[in-house]
Every structure is written in C-alpha cells, then in structure tokens.
C-alpha cells in the first residue's frame, strides 16, 4: 500500500529564517506531487506540483519554492520566511496515469513564523 | 473556468440529526466529483467519489450522487455524530483543470451532542 510522509509535523520560525519541508511516498512509482497551504479557517491553495523529478509547476508566485530530487521526494523551501507564510501545510500525491485521479494527503506541517 | 461552490459554514446539529452539505460545481463535460475531509489537526482524506453522471458515492454512512442535470454533488448522512465533526471540502477534477483537484471552500460542521 501506498504510504506518504511530511515532516516536521509542528515548526516555529522566526521571520527572515529559512524554511525546508519534506515529504516522500512510499509503495508507488512516478506519482504527481502537490504542495498546498491552508491558512487558519480557510481552504486550500494549491504552491505547487510536480509531474516528474526536476518539473516544477508553480500556481503562485511567492518567496517559496519546491524541489522534487528523487522521483518520491518533494521538498517546499524559502530563503527567509514571512509573517504570511504560517499556516497547514500540506502534501499529496496522485497516480500520474491519465483519467481523472484523486489525491492522497500527507498529515501535514503546521508553521507558524513569528 | 472549472470551479465548485459549497454552502458556508459552519453548519451546527444536533446528534442524530440529518445532515445535507450542498456543492454544486461548474465544469465541462464530464468531471470526477469527491468529497474530502479534514478533522481537527490534521490531513485531508478522500470520504467519497464518484466519476460518472448518476453515481453515487459512499462511504462511513455518507452519500452524494452526481447530478449532472443539477451540476450537484451534495453530501448527506442520515445520522450525525460527534466525532463527525469536520471540515467537509468538495472538489473536482475536469478536462479544464488540467487535472487539477478544483477546490469548493470547505464547510465546517459541528455536532454537538
């Protein structure tokens, strides 16, 4: 079965730090990956996704970024965080084949930047 | 564009009570429909889908059919209970979305009991 992985689970940051999270998949090949943020009480903002190591696609732009080093590892950064970048973060993966694939959720990164 | 619309929330009952969360949704052709949820603290997870026109989808009690003729997906459960309480999102993926997920808002719901 198909398992996926964020950490740190809880991070509190300081303004103008960097930023790294992590999220792999285990027990799947080739899969599309997907960054989100949820800020408190709202819906989710889709950062990024990924069809294949090295493709990054960015839906807004910011002061984040996204990696994809290995074919289940996907990785959001920032050179130096702003207040605005707290919230739920949040990664999922998809099957790559075509037709009209859900997404599966990581249990997420909570950030608060201060 | 491809978009999904939800009622606000939240929505508050009663335990026992029948609950209706509305979202209706705005996509060419034919899109896959899902129901996602979020309890306090944590990851989304995938409660229900349906990929075709008259489906419906199910799952711990929940339901929602595809209407196509209603562009709705509404999401229902007969009898509420604590630990149901969540956040509720609807969403889609259609040829338009570049099959992207298309988020709804999310609908909060709280029982109480």
């Known amino acids: 079965s198909q398992t996926i992985h964020q950490w740190p689970a809880t991070l509190v940051q300081p303004v103008g730090s960097p930023l790294s999270l992590e999220c792999t998949v285990e027990?799947?090949?080739?899969?599309?990956l997907y960054w989100y943020r949820q800020a408190a009480g709202r819906g989710l903002q889709l950062l990024f996704y990924?069809?294949?190591?090295?493709?990054i696609s960015s839906e807004v732009p910011q002061n984040l970024s996204a990696s994809r080093p290995q074919d289940r590892q996907f990785i959001l950064s920032s050179k130096k965080l702003l207040l605005s970048d707290s919230g739920f973060y949040l990664c999922?993966?998809?099957?790559?084949?075509?037709?009209?694939?859900?997404?599966?959720f990581g249990p997420g990164t909570r950030l608060t930047v201060l | 564009g491809d978009s999904v619309t939800q009622m606000e929330g939240p929505v508050t009952l009663s335990e026992e009570a029948f609950l209706t969360i509305n979202c209706t949704y705005t996509?060419?052709?034919?899109?896959?429909l899902f129901w996602y949820v979020q309890y306090p603290g944590e990851g989304l997870q995938l409660l229900l889908k349906?990929?075709?026109a008259d489906d419906k989808g199910s799952n711990k009690g929940f339901e929602a059919t595809y209407r196509k003729e209603t562009t709705s997906f509404h999401l229902e459960k007969g009898s509420v209970q604590v630990s149901d309480s969540a956040v509720y999102f609807c969403?889609?993926?259609?040829?338009?979305?570049?099959?992207?997920?298309?988020w709804g808002a999310g609908t909060k719901l709280i029982i109480k009991p």
């Open positions: 999922a993966w998809s099957w790559r084949a075509g037709g009209y694939n859900e997404q599966f």
């Open positions: 027990g799947t090949s080739n899969p599309n």
């Open positions: 990924s069809v294949g190591i090295g493709q």
């Open positions: 996509a060419t052709g034919y899109p896959s």
């Open positions: 349906a990929t075709k």
């Open positions: 969403a889609l993926i259609g040829m338009d979305s570049n099959y992207q997920l298309i």
